[in-house]
């Protein structure tokens, strides 16, 4: 599906790894300069040029730490503000995901119960609606979509991607 966003700009944070990985690659094979964000120098550099040989297009990178606290008021405040400039914000609020850090917590869930890693997954598995944990790229086409212009209207929103294991209605 061509999303309408080649040649657009973006800044993805926290994307040498997981699920800001996977944003930046979605971005970028879709077309948009990407900048990515991450905290050390050397993650952050090896990611865009990985990202780079995938996608086949410059990736540019700055390695800082940018601190999260606030960030779901903030975003809802400024999006409502910049939306009639054609500017979406957005949130993705993620469940269980494949990635190194979903790897460390289960391992050291794992740990804490005197239980395997394989049977302590199994265990969230069958605990989730989807029977499954979500993959980084999904994560990613996700974050493309939203960026899309197919997603122009959905602005100033929290999107909770879990698999349906929350058990509410927003």
Same mark, same amino acid.
């Given at each position: 599906?061509?999303?309408?966003?080649?040649?657009?700009?973006?800044?993805?944070c926290? @994307?040498?790894?997981? !699920?800001? $990985?996977?944003?930046?690659?979605?971005? =970028?094979?879709?077309?948009?300069?990407? &900048?990515?964000?991450?905290?050390?120098?050397?993650? %952050?550099?090896?990611?865009?040029e990985?990202?780079?040989? !995938?996608?086949?297009?410059?990736? @540019?990178?700055?390695?800082?730490?940018?601190?999260?606290?606030?960030?779901?008021?903030?975003?809802?405040?400024?999006?409502?503000? %910049?939306?009639?400039?054609?500017? &979406?914000?957005?949130?993705?609020? #993620?469940?269980?995901?494949?990635?190194?850090?979903?790897?460390? &917590?289960? @391992?050291?869930?794992?740990? @804490?119960?005197?239980?395997? &890693?394989?049977? %302590?997954?199994?265990?969230?598995?069958?605990?989730? #609606? =989807?029977? $499954?944990?979500?993959? #980084?790229?999904?994560?990613?086409?996700?974050?493309?979509? !939203?960026?899309?212009?197919?997603?122009?209207?959905?602005?100033?929103?929290?999107i909770?991607?879990?698999?349906?294991?929350?058990p509410?209605?927003?």
């Amino acid at each position: 599906m061509d999303l309408g966003i080649a040649g657009r700009k973006a800044l993805v944070c926290g @994307a040498s790894k997981g !699920l800001g $990985r996977g944003c930046a690659e979605a971005l =970028a094979q879709a077309g948009v300069d990407v &900048t990515i964000v991450a905290r050390t120098q050397d993650s %952050v550099r090896r990611a865009a040029e990985e990202i780079e040989a !995938l996608a086949g297009r410059t990736v @540019a990178w700055v390695a800082c730490d940018i601190a999260r606290s606030g960030l779901t008021g903030f975003v809802a405040g400024l999006a409502r503000k %910049v939306a009639r400039h054609n500017v &979406t914000i957005n949130n993705l609020l #993620p469940g269980s995901f494949d990635t190194d850090r979903f790897r460390g &917590t289960l @391992a050291a869930r794992a740990k @804490a119960s005197g239980k395997s &890693t394989d049977e %302590v997954l199994k265990e969230l598995r069958e605990g989730a #609606p =989807a029977g $499954r944990v979500g993959k #980084p790229a999904e994560f990613g086409a996700t974050c493309a979509f !939203l960026c899309s212009v197919h997603a122009g209207y959905i602005t100033g929103q929290n999107i909770l991607m879990d698999g349906g294991l929350y058990p509410g209605a927003f």
